[in-house]
C-alpha cells in the first residue's frame, strides 16, 4: 500500500513563498510520475503541476507557470512544490498523488491512483 504525506502548508502573505514536501512510503516511488493537485473552496480539484518518474520533465497548468517549480528526489521518496511570488487566488488544498505510469507528466485526474490527505494554503492579500 502506498501512502502519500503532504507538508509544509500555511498562511502567508501574498507575494511570498512556500514550499510543500509530499512523503511517500513503499519502494517503488521512483518507478512513477508524481503530481500535485488543488482544490479551493467551492471549486474542483484542479491540476497544478506534475513531474516524470527520473525529474527530467515537468508540467504546469498556465497559471502556477514562472512561479511554482516541482521536483522530486527519489534517494529519499519526497516530491517538493516551490512556490514563489504566492497570490490570494493560489489559495487552496493542496494535494500530492502518484500516477498510474511512469511518464509523461500527468495532467489529469484519471491518471492518478494515490492521493495524499492535502495540505491547506493560504495566501492573504
Known amino acids: 500500500q502506498v501512502q502519500l504525506v503532504e507538508s509544509g502548508g500555511g498562511l502567508v502573505q501574498a507575494g511570498g513563498s512556500l514550499k510543500l514536501s509530499c512523503a511517500a512510503s513503499?519502494?517503488?516511488?521512483?518507478?512513477?510520475?508524481m503530481g500535485w493537485f488543488r482544490q479551493a473552496p467551492g471549486k474542483e480539484r484542479d491540476f497544478v503541476a506534475a513531474i516524470n518518474w527520473r525529474g527530467s520533465s515537468t508540467a504546469y497548468t498556465d497559471s502556477v507557470k514562472g512561479r511554482f517549480t516541482t521536483s522530486r528526489d527519489n534517494a529519499k521518496n519526497t516530491l517538493y512544490l516551490q512556490m514563489n511570488s504566492l497570490k490570494p487566488e493560489d489559495t487552496a488544498v493542496y494535494y500530492c498523488a502518484r500516477a498510474k505510469y511512469s511518464a509523461p507528466p500527468r495532467t489529469s485526474e484519471r491518471d492518478y491512483d494515490y492521493w495524499g490527505q492535502g495540505t491547506q494554503v493560504t495566501v492573504s492579500s
Open positions: 513503499g519502494r517503488t516511488f521512483s518507478n512513477y510520475a
